[in-house]
């Protein structure tokens, strides 16, 4: 199955040729937990508790417990997941006033085990 392309905080992506771009395997995956990652909880009317608001907390008191338990529960609800193979978080602080969020998945379609990073 394939799906839009769409890079979070922009408008759909464009193909080569100027119309819409279309993904699939593990980018559509990525995709899709940027999307889970970044979207607040409760905003997406059809499914109330989808989402993390991983933005949201940009400027609060760092809560890594808390962040590592959301990501790994937000990953055990995205299809693309192999939820048969562990999920790894990884929080660290390479500046003062700045983390990093290493999370290293399986992809459910390729087999391959995938790294998706975040800063603030």
Same mark, same amino acid.
């Given at each position: 199955?394939? #799906?839009?392309?769409?890079?979070?905080?922009?408008?759909? !992506?464009?193909?080569?040729?100027?119309?819409? @771009?279309?993904?699939?395997? @593990?980018?559509?995956?990525?995709?899709? =937990?940027?999307?889970?990652?970044?979207?607040? @909880?409760?905003?997406?009317?059809?499914? =109330?508790?989808?989402?993390?608001?991983?933005?949201?907390?940009?400027?609060?008191?760092? !809560?890594?417990?808390? *962040?590592?338990? =959301?990501?790994?529960?937000?990953?055990? !609800?995205?299809?693309?997941? !192999?939820?048969?193979?562990?999920?790894?978080? @990884? *929080?660290?602080?390479?500046? *003062?006033?700045?983390?990093?969020?290493? *999370?290293?998945? $399986?992809?459910? $379609? $390729?087999? #391959?085990?995938?790294?998706?990073?975040?800063?603030?």
């Amino acid at each position: 199955m394939s #799906a839009l392309s769409h890079t979070m905080g922009g408008d759909l !992506d464009l193909s080569g040729t100027g119309g819409v @771009a279309v993904v699939t395997g @593990a980018e559509q995956t990525r995709q899709a =937990l940027l999307r889970r990652l970044c979207t607040n @909880a409760g905003a997406y009317i059809w499914q =109330l508790d989808y989402g993390a608001g991983l933005p949201a907390r940009v400027g609060a008191v760092m !809560d890594e417990a808390g *962040i590592r338990s =959301l990501v790994l529960e937000q990953m055990h !609800d995205e299809a693309g997941v !192999d939820q048969t193979q562990p999920v790894t978080v @990884a *929080i660290t602080n390479p500046k *003062i006033g700045a983390y990093l969020l290493s *999370i290293s998945y $399986t992809d459910a $379609t $390729t087999g #391959a085990v995938q790294e998706l990073t975040l800063t603030t």
